[in-house]
């Protein structure tokens, strides 16, 4: 199980969002680049990096960050928020992250997420981010009125390396992963399926490994390392235990 710790950037900034909320944010001092570098030092070698401004403007707003955490610490990155076009996945891709995560442009338009697989293979990871059982897009404003599996059944042929499932619901929340919810996602889908949203505690991670489901890949940490509720060591223990 791989444990990836989070990353959304925001004004250059390290940032949390409860349930995607823009109005709802925590700020933290440390940059992008010195979390990365805590993360590193900590052992980690995955990362998850959400640009918000990216998900604001559909532009790679910060992809000289993107481009300095891979270069300077060797971790391998999946970056996603706002990649609307080819070219914005070109950019991450040129800039050395190991998969771009589509969201919102692979649930409006299909076949955008099947031509990025087939033009950039074992890179795309589709971000599937649901509430009630429906797919929500456009930073979580709006609901698609698709249900999660029934969309995932359209595309599992499509190519995609790798799937993130977050209930938004849970997201920034603490109150635990909905790992019903994923479980079923990851018997579904033909590819690998990251955990993500609502971590709490360690006994999260712990939890997560005794599904001992062999399609969830891995789980994504975030507020509850900022908050303090996970400590950096504890989470390395989880990591050293699967070598």
């Known amino acids: 199980m791989k444990i990836f710790p989070a990353i959304d950037i925001k004004d250059k900034k390290c940032v949390r969002l409860v349930k995607g909320n823009f109005d709802n944010k925590t700020e ?25 401004d990216g998900a604001l ?12 955490i891979v270069t300077k610490f060797d971790l391998k990155i999946e970056i996603g928020g706002g990649v609307r076009n080819f070219e914005s996945i070109k950019r ?4 050395g992250a190991e998969k771009v995560i589509l969201g919102s442009a692979a649930i409006k338009d299909k076949n955008f997420l099947k031509e990025a697989c087939e033009k950039f293979p074992k890179k795309i990871a589709l971000g599937l981010d649901a509430k009630d059982g429906y797919l ?3 930073g979580w404003k709006e ?11 359209e595309v599992n042929d499509y190519g995609v390396s790798r799937l993130i499932y977050t209930d938004i619901n849970r997201d920034g929340m603490k109150q635990s992963p909905n790992f019903d919810e994923t479980t079923k996602v990851a018997n579904t ?3 690998p399926v990251i955990i993500s949203g609502g971590v709490s505690s360690i006994d999260d991670i712990k939890k997560a490994k005794e599904l001992n489901n062999k399609n969830i890949e891995g789980i994504i940490v975030g507020k509850a390392i900022y908050d303090g509720d996970i ?4 989470l390395v223990k989880e990591l050293d235990a699967q070598k």
């Open 28 to 52: 933290y001092e440390m940059s992008p680049v010195e979390q990365a570098a805590k993360y590193k030092d900590h052992g980690f070698k995955n990362l998850h990096i959400v640009d918000l």
């Open 57 to 68: 403007t559909g532009k790679t707003v910060n992809l000289d960050i993107i481009h300095d």
């Open 92 to 95: 991450y891709n040129n800039a």
């Open 136 to 138: 929500s897009v456009s």
């Open 143 to 153: 609901n698609s009125n698709q249900l999660t599996l029934d969309y995932l059944k």
């Open 189 to 191: 889908s033909n590819c």
């Open 231 to 234: 400590k950096l060591n504890e």
